[in-house]
């Protein structure tokens, strides 16, 4: 079993920028971040594959944020910069335990979940 620890978290202005970390106890392979918001749905924001060489944003994030990982230290990071007050939610990493075929937005298809890091944007 692999144990997913997200960091970075915090408060910080509209229009700055943050970093959140996730570090996994072990090898991982597909890995997304998601985000739910007080009184909605957790939903997807970006994801990478196994090897870096593909990443996927929704379309809110696209242009903002960067998912990047670094395999020899088992930890996927994601940069956001121009942060909006909307972005303010508890965001989690996710990461599948094997290597499959495409990277899913879904959530039902990660194996391995964080317990979530809090950022609020203030306007």
């Known amino acids: 079993q692999v144990q997913l620890v997200e960091s970075g978290g915090g408060l910080v202005q509209a229009g700055g920028s943050l970093r959140l970390s996730c570090a996994a106890s072990g090898r991982t392979f597909n890995t997304g971040w998601f985000r739910q918001a007080t009184g909605k749905e957790r939903e997807f924001v970006a994801a990478i594959s196994w090897n870096g060489g593909r990443t996927f944003y929704t379309d809110s994030v696209k242009g903002r944020f960067t998912i990047f990982r670094d395999n020899a230290k088992n930890t996927v990071y994601l940069q956001m910069n121009s942060l909006k007050p909307e972005d303010t939610a508890v965001y989690y990493c996710?990461?599948?335990?094997?290597?499959?075929?495409?990277?899913?937005?879904?959530?039902?298809?990660?194996?391995?979940w964080g317990q979530g890091t809090q950022l609020t944007v203030s306007s």
């Open positions: 996710a990461a599948q335990g094997r290597l499959r075929v495409g990277v899913p937005e879904g959530q039902n298809e990660y194996d391995y």
